[in-house]
């Protein structure tokens, strides 16, 4: 073993290594949303081959209104820019102002929710109908499922950036950004899912 | 751009409140080192298990019927036997335990970019692989291969599948965890002034695997969640009884499986290329061929799947396709097992342990290698698709290869994880009657699925009856060769020779800090190694600047 005495580590370690280093937090996330991506990119991969080579059985319902998913789709798309403006807020040391921002994008979040509940209410179809039927339930239910964790994420960001007491503040802002890039990463996958499923 | 102070990273973990000792190896420890160990003894463990299975399979095998266990015993078995091999005990050791043991050192940091990510990562394995097995006694085990093809996977006990779903997602999300760390460790966490093209081969070949984890392991999660909606929910997408589609199972499945393959086999890859130079004392051959190699085989391994699929109506273009990228990948392969050997070719080779195991891999792994550009063309699969060729071939490439360069790997490093050497003569006991099993348990399986025997079957034509025998034979033969291996980490652990800090005389970081390491990895700075391979071609000057770059070089301390 070595004979260094702890002083002179400190020392040799402030010479040869930065103090600081990157934040690598986020670079982690969006690893992560690549491999969250993939799993979304698996299921659009299936539901396009059900598509083009399983034909659905004679008299299968597969008709979805359009309405609500438009409403749903301005929904998240403005909330993304709400939750842009949240962000901004707080690197300008705002806090009261980023809270209201998150509390709005939070509300529009839960809208998109509830939407997506009365739609799934209005449906004609059940998740063993048919193909179809099971892989519209299953990718609008997987990203509902994004959406609802998202919502979380806002919840306890808006409940950390009050002032004073947080634990989020300009300085520290890595949860507020990291829950952004989600957010951001969720609504992206929602504008794909709403070409592929609604519009294709 | 937030900055977080390192000394706040380093020291903020409650290392000082961790158990001390042996006990740490049970705790929820944030030390890559222990964490590396508690994967690697972990999978070895796992790997007892998973040997029992497969002896229990050759016992079976002996003769043509079944009469040592009934038949959806042996398919649950042989469901158990392949899914702990592949998920507890190759991918979580050769990227889990090595990975994490050796990448901080390599790129000159303290521990891994997530600790904390990392400790739950290890931990996610042992109760996956607990379920996994306690299945087998309390619902009876899944009964559809390790492939879980649907229909049968639907239609076999759901208990047992569904459990073997949720163990399988378990330690899929525990290799993508570990994917993303490692992807940050070495993209982020590079010793300032180490460059890309610096960096040890291992570096690169874990990177190419993380990719490939990140990209394709999800897939997976994915397709087992659409699985266990069948199941449980009696939807219908891949049922095609309700109209849905088996192909997509197939086709989802084999985007994770197939490169899955290669990430069993590339961390193997870049840890011969970490042992050879070592042993012989010259530099690793073609290193930039070598880097190009890797993420040559990375983007093609993400694009041959479906060569998993000729016989499953597959049109003739996609056929043509996968056969074509398929025999690709011979070539950065090919690449890399010419470096190797120009790597030994007039080396000054010690014929230890660890090296007659690597040599023992690119004898097994050439061999493996030429049957699966065989299998990848279409008229050849169709012929021997679904026999023991294709079983032959696998184990070729996963035992053969990526197994017996952990058994090279635990020689090369035992050392530097213990500080204690193993006894060399019970090595080379062992890998003579490892390389005589293996070799005797797989080679006559070609012959026996170029004339028909299909696999996954508890019976089979009594005229198969002798070279089953003799394939059982080095089973038994493979199954002894673990004992003089135990014994020897056992007894080396407390009776070993002192090995001092770098008994090979090797040149890559984590030989230039005492052994076993300290909590940090080195006492003093960090060193910096720009040249880990440079023995005798670099100038001497070269050398020496390495050397006093090093703190706690073994020399200084002698």
Known sequence: ?200 | MTFVPSSEINNNSPQSLQPKGWLRYFSFSLDHKVIGLQYLVCGFVFYLIGGALASAIRIELTSPISDFMARDVYNQVLTLHGTIMIFLWIVPVVNGAFGNYLIPFYVGARDMAFPRLNAVAFWMIPPAGLMLISSYFITGAAQSGWTAYPPLSITTPAAGQIIWIISVLLLGGSSIFGGINFLATILKLRRPGLKLMQLPMYCWAMFGTSILVVLSTPVLAGTLILLSFDIVAHTGFFNPSLGGNVIVYQHLFWFYSHPAVYIMVLPAFGLVSEILPVHCKKPLFGYTTMVYSIMAIVVLGLVVWAHHMFTSGTPPWMRLFFTIATSFIAVPTGIKFFNWVATLWGGKISLNSAVLFSCGFIINFVLGGITGVALAQVPFDIHVHDTYFVVAHFHYIVYGGSVFVIFSSIYHWYPKFTGKMLNENLGRFHFLITFVGFNLCFAPQHWLGLNGMPRRVAEYDPQFTFVNQLSSLGALLMAISTIPFLWNIIQSIFKGEVAGDNPWEGLTPEWLTSSPPPVENWNGPAPLVTEPYGYGAVKKEALDETTTNKTESPKQTE
Not at chain 1, 86 to 100: D, I, V
Not at chain 1, 165 to 185: C, D, K, M, V
């Open chain 1, 1 to 200: 073993m070595t004979s260094l005495t702890s002083a002179e580590t400190t020392s040799a370690k402030q010479l040869e290594e930065p103090k600081e280093h990157e934040d690598y937090r986020l670079f982690g996330l969006a690893t992560f949303l690549i491999a969250d991506g993939m799993t979304f990119a698996g299921f659009f991969a299936a539901y396009l081959t059900f598509r083009s080579v399983n034909p659905l059985p004679e008299g299968s319902i597969y008709e979805v209104e359009l309405a609500l998913p438009t409403l749903n789709t301005i929904l998240l798309l403005v909330s993304s820019a709400t939750f842009h403006r949240a962000g901004s807020a707080l690197k300008k040391n705002e806090a009261r102002l980023c809270q209201r921002w998150l509390l709005i994008t939070a509300s529009l979040g839960i809208a998109f929710l509830i939407s997506q509940m009365f739609e799934y209410f209005s449906l004609p179809f059940g998740l063993t109908d048919n193909l179809y039927a099971s892989t519209f339930y299953a990718l609008t239910g997987f990203h509902g499922l994004h959406v609802t964790l998202g919502a979380i994420m806002i919840l306890i960001v808006w409940w950390q950036t009050r002032f004073p007491g947080g634990r989020i503040t300009s300085q520290n802002n890595f949860p507020l950004e990291a829950a952004e890039l989600y957010w951001h990463f969720v609504d992206g996958i929602w504008v794909v899912l709403f070409i592929i499923l609604y519009l294709l």
